[in-house]
């Protein structure tokens, strides 16, 4: 049940509250031990390094992979960049003839931004479309990594916008069947569904700690250790991190990247049944107070707490969030809602402007309850009765 006076949260794929587990796993290395992670020359500092590596192990563990592999970031954002731009670096200094980078044109900013710019150290950013599903076209990347040499391909696990799963296994096979590395952006996949980087064959996965209910600014970048993946870092400093990631450890962020990690890895299945349930809920109670709402790309392979919904009625996202200010939802990736245009993603997916400026992007997460989403449907529902009503005419009303 909500509490009186608080919003209604629905906006989980921009960012999850901190499970109070991980709050708890989190408070002692603030308060009793403050102590530098690489301060190994005492006891206090010794402590707080087996948090760190007790923490990198659970990490690792959730993925399927070596806790050597798991280097700490500050989050899916630097991950991603160390995992391109690096890759592409070391690339260069070795002067291999692949100087391709493939990517959908549906990733986040930050991974396209990264391959575009590359462009200006001398290698060539490829940008695949998706289909009408939001998914990749195997037989396209395919047929693209048979034209030349590809050094790089980056497929984000989980769409952070329409939610959909692509087919990680597929693609890390035919990357590795054309001899190229192979990078995923997990941080809206991590937790939500199973993943195993040798099932997939990925070289490089990016995760989040505030996508799975941990602490903001931690992440993790998994580094293939053999064969081993090679990687130019983007600082210098004192060598953490096998010298990939330079700088002081934070360790209350990374034990709580781990608590996460640690509860996701028993908890994920139960999550997303839960979940699921409840956003069918949504769907339903929604569908009855907006009969011709539209969901926004393949609704069977996405995460279970996402909807991408389209509003009929030439009804805005902007004026629903207008008239149902105690629903926290988005209009798409949290990361550019300054920008007032229509999301990158559907744009990709052939969808008209105009719904996609009527389109809301819904995340149901761990904590939501069965009242919230009733509340949640109902507040949306009577926005859209109110919109739809301020842009009729007089004439309209009488007809």
Same mark, same amino acid.
């Given at each position: 049940?909500?509490?009186?006076?608080?919003?209604?949260?629905?906006?989980?794929?921009?960012?999850?509250?901190?499970?109070?587990?991980?709050?708890?796993?989190?408070?002692?290395?603030?308060?009793?031990?403050?102590?530098?992670?690489?301060?190994?020359?005492?006891?206090?500092?010794?402590?707080?390094?087996?948090?760190?590596?007790?923490?990198?192990?659970?990490?690792?563990?959730?993925?399927?992979?070596?806790?050597?592999?798991?280097?700490?970031?500050?989050?899916?954002?630097?991950?991603?960049?160390?995992?391109?731009?690096?890759?592409?670096?070391?690339?260069?200094?070795?002067?291999?003839?692949?100087?391709?980078?493939?990517?959908?044109?549906?990733?986040?900013?930050?991974?396209?931004?990264?391959?575009?710019?590359?462009?200006?150290?001398?290698?060539?950013?490829?940008?695949?479309?998706?289909?009408?599903?939001?998914?990749?076209?195997?037989?396209?990347?395919?047929?693209?990594?048979?034209?030349?040499?590809?050094?790089?391909?980056?497929?984000?696990?989980?769409?952070?916008?329409?939610?959909?799963?692509?087919?990680?296994?597929?693609?890390?096979?035919?990357?590795?069947?054309?001899?190229?590395?192979?990078?995923?952006?997990?941080?809206?996949?991590?937790?939500?569904?199973?993943?195993?980087?040798?099932?997939?064959?990925?070289?490089?996965?990016?995760?989040?700690?505030?996508?799975?209910?941990?602490?903001?600014?931690?992440?993790?970048?998994?580094?293939?250790?053999?064969?081993?993946?090679?990687?130019?870092?983007?600082?210098?400093?004192?060598?953490?991190?096998?010298?990939?990631?330079? %700088?002081?450890?934070?360790? *209350?962020?990374? !034990?709580? @990247?781990?608590? /996460? &990690?640690?509860? $996701? +890895?028993?908890? #994920?299945?139960?999550?997303?049944?839960?979940?699921?349930?409840?956003?069918?809920?949504?769907?339903?109670?929604?569908?009855?107070?907006?009969?011709?709402?539209?969901?926004?790309?393949?609704?069977?392979?996405?995460?279970?707490?996402?909807?991408?919904?389209?509003?009929?009625?030439?009804?805005?996202?902007?004026?629903?969030?207008?008239?149902?200010?105690?629903?926290?939802?988005?209009?798409?990736?949290?990361?550019?809602?300054?920008?007032?245009?229509?999301?990158?993603?559907?744009?990709?997916?052939?969808?008209?402007?105009?719904?996609?400026?009527?389109?809301?992007?819904?995340?149901? %997460?761990?904590?939501?309850? *069965?009242?919230? !989403?009733? @509340?949640?449907? /109902? &507040?949306?529902? $009577? +926005?859209?009765? #109110?919109?739809?009503?301020?842009?009729?005419?007089?004439?309209?009303?009488?007809?």
């Amino acid at each position: 049940m909500s509490r009186p006076n608080r919003p209604i949260y629905l906006d989980n794929h921009a960012t999850t509250p901190v499970d109070p587990r991980v709050l708890a796993a989190m408070r002692p290395w603030w308060e009793r031990n403050f102590a530098n992670p690489g301060s190994v020359e005492h006891a206090m500092g010794r402590e707080a390094e087996e948090a760190v590596e007790a923490a990198r192990g659970h990490v690792a563990a959730l993925i399927g992979a070596e806790a050597s592999e798991i280097v700490f970031t500050s989050g899916a954002t630097e991950s991603n960049n160390i995992a391109i731009k690096g890759a592409a670096r070391f690339a260069r200094s070795q002067d291999t003839d692949r100087r391709r980078v493939v990517t959908l044109a549906t990733e986040h900013k930050c991974v396209l931004e990264s391959v575009r710019d590359l462009a200006a150290e001398g290698f060539e950013p490829v940008l695949l479309p998706v289909l009408p599903s939001g998914l990749l076209d195997l037989d396209l990347l395919e047929a693209t990594l048979a034209q030349a040499p590809t050094l790089l391909v980056s497929v984000m696990a989980v769409n952070n916008e329409i939610g959909v799963i692509q087919d990680l296994g597929a693609i890390g096979a035919i990357a590795k069947r054309h001899g190229a590395l192979f990078h995923t952006d997990a941080a809206q996949g991590c937790g939500r569904m199973a993943l195993d980087v040798g099932t997939v064959r990925a070289d490089l996965v990016s995760i989040s700690g505030h996508k799975i209910y941990g602490p903001k600014g931690i992440g993790a970048l998994y580094v293939r250790r053999r064969p081993r993946v090679r990687l130019v870092p983007l600082f210098s400093g004192g060598g953490q991190e096998r010298g990939l990631r330079s %700088g002081t450890l934070p360790a *209350p962020l990374i !034990v709580g @990247l781990g608590e /996460a &990690a640690r509860i $996701a +890895a028993q908890e #994920a299945v139960l999550d997303a049944g839960r979940i699921a349930g409840q956003r069918d809920r949504f769907l339903a109670a929604l569908q009855a107070e907006v009969p011709e709402i539209e969901v926004n790309a393949d609704l069977e392979r996405r995460v279970a707490g996402n909807l991408s919904l389209a509003f009929p009625g030439g009804v805005t996202a902007q004026q629903l969030m207008e008239g149902a200010p105690e629903v926290c939802v988005s209009t798409g990736s949290a990361c550019s809602s300054a920008e007032v245009e229509p999301s990158h993603v559907l744009k990709a997916l052939g969808i008209p402007e105009a719904r996609a400026r009527a389109t809301l992007r819904i995340g149901i %997460g761990r904590f939501t309850s *069965p009242a919230e !989403v009733d @509340l949640a449907a /109902a &507040a949306l529902g $009577a +926005a859209w009765r #109110a919109a739809i009503a301020a842009t009729s005419t007089p004439a309209d009303a009488a007809e």
